[in-house]
């Protein structure tokens, strides 16, 4: 049997089109666009590339994009103020700040000072906590994605085993707030998890974010399951071309799932999306119009 393809790129390119109609509502409504604005600092490659993705689909989908970079030198206070502007800035919705940050930036801070009703990462305290208490939320973008494509294969996701590998605090931990607000019967595993090919086998649907290349293997995957590959890893294969392999080894899993995102064009193309989703619903609820149907 092979596993049914769960094409983020598509999907991704649906919602955006949902997202352009309804920015230009919003934006009737307003008098202006709604806006996101993007800070990031110092010169991460991986990060200077997902900025200029985010700004590209931004402008594409008929928001303002409002880009600060700054250098790596950049103090504390600095940044502080910024977001503080940013913050305080009409035209600006949607407020986020790229990570990682430089050592000797205490980014616990840098979040927790971004205004919650703009943090369209949800990775505010308040929002994490709104999250975990089942209240209207902010949620991060990484695992609305992964739902998003997860319920392609699943009309519900009631009473099913999810298994969520890895537990960080921008997927793993709110992907298994999200499956359980969903009904699903959650398990976080991670790195010291025992048995973890085990923990695995007993998924219906498993959603891996461990950062590590191709290290959920076939035999891990109950046949039938659906699998999320959250992993981007650019590894150099043995012709010395580089190339962007998941957590999960792809062409085992293909074999044995029954429903299965590719890497790239998964998981990836549906956080940018989903950002867009985001700085919509914080542009409608500043300004108390009714919320997008997307
Ligand atoms: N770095 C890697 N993923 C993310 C994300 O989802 N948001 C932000 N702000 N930085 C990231």
């Known amino acids: 049997m092979t596993g049914r393809i769960l094409d983020g790129k598509a999907l991704a390119s649906e919602i955006r089109a949902k997202v352009a109609v309804e920015a230009a509502r919003i934006a009737k409504a307003l008098g202006r666009p709604p806006g996101l604005a993007v800070v990031m600092v110092g010169e991460n490659p991986a990060s200077e590339s997902y900025v200029r993705h985010k700004a590209r689909s931004t402008i594409e989908t ?32 949607g407020l986020l700040v790229q990570l990682p940050l430089p050592a000797g930036i205490d980014s616990a801070e840098v979040l927790a000072a971004v205004d919650p009703a703009k943090d369209v990462d949800g990775f505010h305290p308040l929002n994490v906590g709104r999250l975990a208490s089942d209240m209207p939320a902010l949620v991060p973008c990484t695992p609305l994605g992964c739902i998003l494509l997860a319920k392609k294969a699943h009309a519900s996701f009631a009473g099913l085993e999810a298994v969520v590998l890895g537990r960080s605090k921008i997927v793993g931990k709110p992907l298994a707030q999200l499956l359980l607000r969903e009904n699903a019967t959650v398990t976080i595993a991670h790195s010291k998890t025992r048995d973890l090919p085990a923990v695995c086998r007993r998924a219906d649907l498993l959603c891996v974010a461990i950062g590590k290349a191709e290290f959920v293997r076939g035999s891990w995957i109950k046949p039938g399951a659906t699998v999320i590959d959250v992993g981007i890893n650019r590894i150099v294969g043995a012709d010395g071309k580089a190339r962007f392999v ?28 989903c950002l867009l989703v985001n700085t919509l619903r914080a542009a409608c609820a500043r300004a108390k119009l009714p919320a997008p149907t997307i």
Do not use: C
């Open 62 to 93: 008929g928001m303002a994009s409002f880009e600060h970079k700054l250098p790596a030198d950049t103090s504390q206070a600095h940044l502080l103020a910024l977001i503080a502007r940013l913050n305080a800035d009409p035209a600006v919705d």
């Open 246 to 273: 998941g957590d999960v080894a792809f062409a085992e899993a293909v074999e044995v799932a029954g429903a299965i995102t590719p890497v790239p064009g998964g998981v990836g193309p549906m956080t940018i999306a």
